[in-house]
């Protein structure tokens, strides 16, 4: 932490402290078990591994409960295997898009939207249409209006107000939005050369003649980009830096160019706004729920439960191929013991580096694909307030909240889990929680703080944060809840790219033998050997729902056959 960012946070922290001394902030960790994780890799470091107590028999097992192993899950029932078993590490199925509730109030501790997908993810948008959230109406898509986010969208403090979007333009020099419409020229161009999908690999390698640009994008950090485009506008950079964050984990100066790019010619484009515009909402959709994706991950794994499909509090301790089937070896938390499954064909729907740890004598794509992967720790902080906290004045209470400049490390600001009440005054006052997110991917020490920092540290900073725009925020609070993340998302280094397209990995393969209820095959994005299926948002570089989705359901129809 810079000595600027250690004073502001402090003296925020002394603000907090001085307004209501005698109260004692309730709270705790919640979410993520790191205690049972760091057991899992204390045990595989150990050596020998304890012997199984119980031996059961699948057709599959799906190694890894996140958003990959949710849907690869749900591709084996679309073709017809219900013979399978997700062992999940912890006591809820999800990953990054698991959601909780504070007080009885619903909020997310990951993952709190999805932008609409675009026609590159159809598997994304068959699942929406399935939960009844897109339908076809006088020949158009519509997406049901209580789900997409509602106005206002996003909002950001600066300068002791609220200005409506994220980007700064009321009052900036001509010269801060003659670089914005450079750029958006720029991320324009990238946007129509059709290199840049989402997923990744819709299109990437459809034309063999890009591949030489997008190596070289990859090869440099994004803020070595801007900088050869003359692209140093503080306010523009900051912005990007933010996205940057958003998406990856990390800033500008860690991630290559081509994931800077990505973020904006892959979705919605970059826009400037009019400089009188008021409105100060996104040009895409947002799909977004109180406890966030959450609200996906769990109608992914209800039909599981009820099935006796998902095995949560079993950590995959062993995955080893054999002639004529794959042994999965897990460790059971509630018994103390470990089971054994016998399978067909397994589902690795794990991160990279548990993947390398756990399956015997690992391909050489999956030993090429972990080298040089890195994740992002993150932290979630959701405050439950009872009240209305005092406002700074400018543009109203919105969904997504950001502090320009946050003196807190890695801080986005929060996201408001009451926003999507269809009645909005009500929702003004009612009780609420703030999700307040850390993304700390470039901080140094960040994981050793992260096991070692007490809930209250956490908590504090988000405090301190949140006390410029709303400085009555440590009164209202009734508890707070902190989700710690270690490896929490893939962050896209300079050559992470390269890495993957070079083992093949960016480059589907089409299975010719694979019909899904009559229809034609699709390519499946699936690093496979005979008997295993590897599917996880690792294999794309960096981590959001569209590519664990797709990734995953492709792995599991590859185990279906």
């Given at each position: 932490?810079?000595?600027?960012?250690?004073?502001?946070?402090?003296?925020?922290?002394?603000?907090?402290?001085?307004?209501?001394?005698?109260?004692?902030?309730?709270?705790?960790?919640?979410?993520?078990d790191m205690a049972r994780g760091h057991a899992v890799r204390d045990l595989l470091r150990g050596g020998a591994l304890p012997?199984?107590?119980?031996?059961?028999?699948?057709?599959?097992?799906?190694?890894?409960?996140?958003?990959?192993?949710?849907?690869?899950?749900?591709?084996?029932?679309?073709?017809?295997?219900?013979?399978?078993?997700?062992?999940?590490?912890?006591?809820?199925?999800?990953?990054?898009?698991?959601?909780?509730?504070?007080?009885?109030?619903?909020?997310?501790?990951?993952?709190?939207?999805?932008?609409?997908?675009?026609?590159?993810?159809?598997?994304?948008?068959?699942?929406?249409?399935e939960l009844g959230l897109r339908q076809r109406v006088a020949g158009r898509w519509r997406y049901d209006e209580f789900t997409?986010?509602?106005?206002?969208?996003?909002?950001?403090?600066?300068?002791?107000?609220?200005?409506?979007?994220?980007?700064?333009?009321?009052?900036?020099?001509?010269?801060?939005?003659?670089?914005?419409?450079?750029?958006?020229?720029?991320?324009?161009?990238?946007?129509?050369?059709?290199?840049?999908?989402?997923?990744?690999?819709?299109?990437?390698?459809?034309?063999?003649?890009?591949?030489?640009?997008?190596?070289?994008?990859?090869?440099?950090?994004?803020?070595?980009?801007?900088?050869?485009?003359?692209?140093?506008?503080?306010?523009?950079?900051?912005?990007?830096?933010?996205?940057?964050?958003?998406?990856?984990?990390?800033?500008?100066?860690?991630?290559?160019?081509?994931?800077?790019?990505?973020?904006?010619?892959?979705?919605?484009?970059?826009?400037?706004?009019?400089?009188?515009?008021?409105?100060?909402?996104?040009?895409?959709?947002?799909?977004?729920?109180?406890?966030?994706?959450?609200?996906?991950?769990?109608?992914?794994?209800?039909?599981?439960?009820?099935?006796?499909?998902?095995?949560?509090?079993?950590?995959?301790?062993?995955?080893?191929?054999?002639?004529?089937?794959?042994?999965?070896?897990?460790?059971?938390?509630?018994?103390?013991?470990?089971?054994?499954?016998?399978?067909?064909?397994?589902?690795?729907?794990?991160?990279?580096?548990?993947?390398?740890?756990?399956?015997?004598?690992?391909?050489?794509?999956?030993?090429?694909?972990?080298?040089?992967?890195?994740?992002?720790?993150?932290?979630?902080?959701?405050?439950?307030?009872?009240?209305?906290?005092?406002?700074?004045?400018?543009?109203?209470?919105?969904?997504?909240?950001?502090?320009?400049?946050?003196?807190?490390?890695?801080?986005?600001?929060?996201?408001?889990?009451?926003?999507?009440?269809?009645?909005?005054?009500?929702?003004?006052?009612?009780?609420?929680?703030?999700?307040?997110?850390?993304?700390?991917?470039?901080?140094?020490?960040?994981?050793?703080?992260?096991?070692?920092?007490?809930?209250?540290?956490?908590?504090?900073?988000?405090?301190?944060?949140?006390?410029?725009?709303?400085?009555?925020?440590?009164?209202?609070?009734?508890?707070?809840?902190?989700?710690?993340?270690?490896?929490?998302?893939?962050?896209?280094?300079?050559?992470?790219?390269?890495?993957?397209?070079?083992?093949?990995?960016?480059r589907p393969t089409i299975n010719t033998s694979l019909l899904l209820n009559g229809e034609r095959p699709r390519a499946l994005?699936?690093?496979?050997?005979?008997?295993?299926?590897?599917?996880?948002?690792?294999?794309?570089?960096?981590?959001?729902?569209?590519?664990?989705?797709?990734?995953?359901?492709?792995?599991?129809?590859?185990?279906?056959?």
């Amino acid at each position: 932490m810079q000595r600027r960012q250690f004073l502001a946070t402090a003296a925020a922290t002394a603000l907090v402290g001085c307004q209501d001394a005698s109260r004692t902030l309730e709270g705790c960790f919640a979410g993520a078990d790191m205690a049972r994780g760091h057991a899992v890799r204390d045990l595989l470091r150990g050596g020998a591994l304890p012997g199984p107590a119980v031996v059961r028999r699948v057709r599959v097992v799906v190694a890894g409960g996140g958003i990959a192993g949710l849907a690869a899950a749900r591709a084996l029932r679309l073709a017809g295997v219900e013979d399978f078993a997700l062992l999940e590490l912890e006591d809820e199925a999800g990953g990054n898009s698991r959601a909780g509730s504070v007080l009885g109030r619903a909020c997310p501790r990951g993952a709190h939207y999805l932008p609409v997908p675009g026609d590159g993810a159809p598997e994304v948008q068959d699942l929406l249409e399935e939960l009844g959230l897109r339908q076809r109406v006088a020949g158009r898509w519509r997406y049901d209006e209580f789900t997409l986010c509602h106005s206002p969208q996003e909002r950001l403090h600066w300068q002791g107000r609220w200005h409506y979007g994220l980007l700064p333009v009321e009052g900036v020099a001509p010269g801060t939005l003659a670089q914005y419409r450079r750029f958006a020229e720029r991320v324009q161009a990238f946007t129509r050369s059709g290199a840049f999908a989402m997923p990744t690999f819709a299109n990437f390698g459809s034309d063999e003649a890009l591949a030489p640009a997008l190596l070289a994008l990859d090869a440099m950090t994004f803020a070595g980009w801007l900088a050869r485009e003359g692209l140093d506008d503080a306010h523009l950079r900051w912005y990007l830096d933010y996205c940057c964050r958003d998406d990856y984990g990390a800033g500008s100066g860690v991630v290559s160019s081509w994931a800077g790019i990505h973020y904006f010619a892959s979705r919605h484009g970059f826009a400037v706004p009019d400089e009188g515009e008021r409105e100060g909402e996104a040009d895409e959709g947002v799909l977004t729920w109180p406890e966030g994706n959450g609200f996906l991950a769990r109608r992914l794994a209800a039909p599981l439960a009820a099935a006796g499909q998902l095995f949560t509090g079993h950590s995959v301790l062993r995955i080893a191929e054999e002639r004529h089937g794959v042994q999965v070896d897990a460790l059971d938390h509630a018994s103390g013991q470990v089971v054994r499954w016998q399978a067909e064909r397994c589902v690795v729907a794990l991160p990279l580096p548990l993947a390398l740890a756990v399956v015997q004598q690992p391909p050489p794509f999956l030993r090429a694909a972990t080298l040089g992967h890195a994740a992002a720790p993150w932290v979630v902080t959701n405050l439950a307030i009872a009240a209305p906290l005092a406002d700074a004045p400018g543009a109203a209470p919105a969904w997504d909240n950001v502090v320009y400049d946050d003196p807190t490390p890695g801080g986005l600001g929060y996201v408001d889990a009451g926003h999507q009440r269809l009645d909005a005054r009500a929702a003004l006052a009612a009780p609420t929680v703030l999700s307040y997110y850390q993304a700390l991917g470039d901080m140094p020490g960040a994981r050793a703080q992260l096991a070692q920092r007490p809930w209250q540290h956490w908590a504090q900073a988000a405090i301190g944060a949140l006390a410029q725009p709303h400085p009555d925020l440590a009164r209202r609070i009734e508890r707070v809840e902190v989700t710690r993340y270690g490896h929490a998302m893939a962050v896209p280094r300079p050559g992470r790219l390269e890495t993957l397209s070079r083992i093949g990995i960016q480059r589907p393969t089409i299975n010719t033998s694979l019909l899904l209820n009559g229809e034609r095959p699709r390519a499946l994005p699936t690093p496979a050997t005979a008997r295993l299926a590897f599917a996880h948002a690792d294999w794309s570089g960096y981590s959001v729902f569209e590519e664990a989705f797709t990734r995953g359901h492709g792995a599991g129809l590859q185990a279906a056959i």
